[in-house]
């Protein structure tokens, strides 16, 4: 699988894969309805090393968690198209992300708030050596679960 730097000209491509997954509404803290150019401009923040997946499979952006002193931290967030999931792309993009935050020299990974009934995303975390190290009761409006805790995962690179 090719993963590839997010471009300027790869919109359409990151659209097609945040779309459904924001529309969704049930694993983003993102607004359901936001716009495509709000969606592109949160993924594309100038402070996000942007990837995409042979060519829209899935995307993922890779930054440092905090600034400063916590700046050895990175965090990341991963969506995969609807078609493409169950075919080891988010795997796929892990290993990469895994790959780009030690050559970053970052010292640890860390999710902030991953929704306890996203289940496949868990599974990939726990079997890539995330630690659940958190949890926020109720911190997320889910569709059709209503109130849905938040959790934290955390690994050492």
């Known amino acids: 699988m090719r993963i590839e730097r ?3 000209g790869d919109g359409d491509a990151l659209w097609s894969v945040l779309r459904p997954a924001i529309r969704a509404g049930d694993t ?3 607004p359901p309805d936001v716009t495509r150019a709000d969606a592109l401009a949160y993924w594309g ?3 996000h090393e942007v990837w995409i997946a042979s060519g829209d499979l899935g995307s993922y952006y ?3 968690n905090q600034r400063g002193n916590g700046d050895h931290v990175c965090n990341a967030a991963f969506a995969t198209r609807p078609a493409a999931r169950g075919q080891g792309v988010a795997r796929a993009m892990l290993d990469h992300a895994l790959g780009r935050a030690r050559g970053r020299g970052f010292a640890a990974m860390q999710f902030n708030f991953v929704v ?4 496949r995303a868990l599974a990939i975390w726990r079997d890539y050596g995330f630690d659940i190290v958190g949890r926020v009761p109720h911190a997320f409006r889910h569709p059709q679960r ?4 938040a959790l934290i995962l955390h690994r050492f690179l």
Do not use: F, K
């Open 116 to 119: 306890a009934s996203n289940v």
């Open 62 to 64: 890779l930054r440092a």
């Open 45 to 47: 923040d100038p402070a």
């Open 6 to 8: 997010a471009g300027p």
């Open 146 to 149: 209503g109130p849905t805790d």
């Open 28 to 30: 983003y803290a993102l």
